[in-house]
């Protein structure tokens, strides 16, 4: 056990040094490049009103996994498939966020495209929901192949989807992103599920190494390459650690966990789809764009939606208490 918490908090360090450390220099490399978030006449949804550098996603890639190989040391499939998915985010999202530097918005099919491949990608290679266990007879309830990779899918896709929807305020996606990595880790760590808690005491120390950069004001932007890419580890580490051999009841866990985004934007593309427009339209129907409209502060907003996020993640921790 000690061996594993030396190993956790490695894991942590090692991620949240590189990219604290990696973070200025690509930040001064966007600006050579104009690669950088304009502010423009939506001003409803750019609140920034200076150029923000857009590169953070390549050191939160560069972090995780260059952390993933050295403590892992695991190259299976499972482990190319994260990356190979991870590297198809981070192309469709470097290219959606360089339309945004010239002021263009990039389609939403290509995008949809990728981040389902991404998720057939981890399916494939193992990582998927299979099954609960039933709580009358005990007896684990395996899921046809079909659903399963239905609801894998729809996993992935749908975490991947909320988290970037969630990126429109300093420190917020970041900030609920953290917060729910560290709630998989405790969960993961609570069920003895080793690799499922590397990856989320990684993505913390990412996370929050980030945060020291884009909390208000922030000084760089992770764009929908990074916003996706976290995303996608969130809804992996789920998957490999809190949704293996649960319950009926602890498959609230992950969702508690990650509620924030996920009712918000189930929410807004509830709302989107009622009006019949595209569920990437991007407008200023999300929580801390009403909040802000009500009156709150940048900092009044993320501090709200944090305090929510946590007392959700505390409930999924309470729900996994009771489930030992």
Known sequence: MAVNNILFALSFLLSFVIVYVL??????????????????????????????P???????????????????????????????????????????????????????????????SA????????????????????????????????????????????????????????????????????????????????????????????????????KIFMGDAGATFIGFILAVIALDGAFKQATVLSLFIPILALGVPIFDNLFVVVRRFMQGKSIYEADASQAHYRLLRAGLTQKQVVAVLCLVSTCLCLSSIILLLVQI
């Open 54 to 116: 857009l590169t953070a996603s390549y050191v939160i890639f560069i972090g995780f996994v260059a952390t993933y190989l050295l403590v892992e040391r695991n190259f299976s499939v499972q482990t190319l498939a994260i990356i190979g998915g991870g590297i198809l985010l981070l192309v469709i999202g470097t290219i959606d966020d360089w339309y945004k530097t010239k002021g263009k918005d990039f389609p939403a099919l290509p995008k949809l495209v990728v981040q389902v």
């Open 119 to 218: 998720a057939v990608l981890v399916y494939a290679s193992g990582i998927s929901f299979t099954g609960f266990f039933n709580p009358i007879s005990g007896e684990y309830v395996v899921l046809p192949a079909l659903l399963q990779f239905i609801l894998t899918i729809l996993w992935i896709f749908g975490v991947t989807t909320v988290i970037n929807f969630s990126d429109g305020m300093d420190g917020l996606a970041g900030g609920l992103s953290a917060i729910s990595t560290l709630t998989l880790l405790i969960v993961a760590l609570t069920m003895g599920q080793t690799n499922s808690a590397v990856m989320a005491a990684i993505l913390l120390g990412v996370t929050v190494a980030y945060l020291r950069y884009n909390k208000p004001p922030a």
């Open 23 to 52: 973070i200025p220099p690509f930040g001064k490399l966007a600006f050579r490049l104009d690669f950088v978030d304009k502010p423009r006449q939506d001003q409803e949804r750019k609140i920034h009103r200076e150029p923000i």
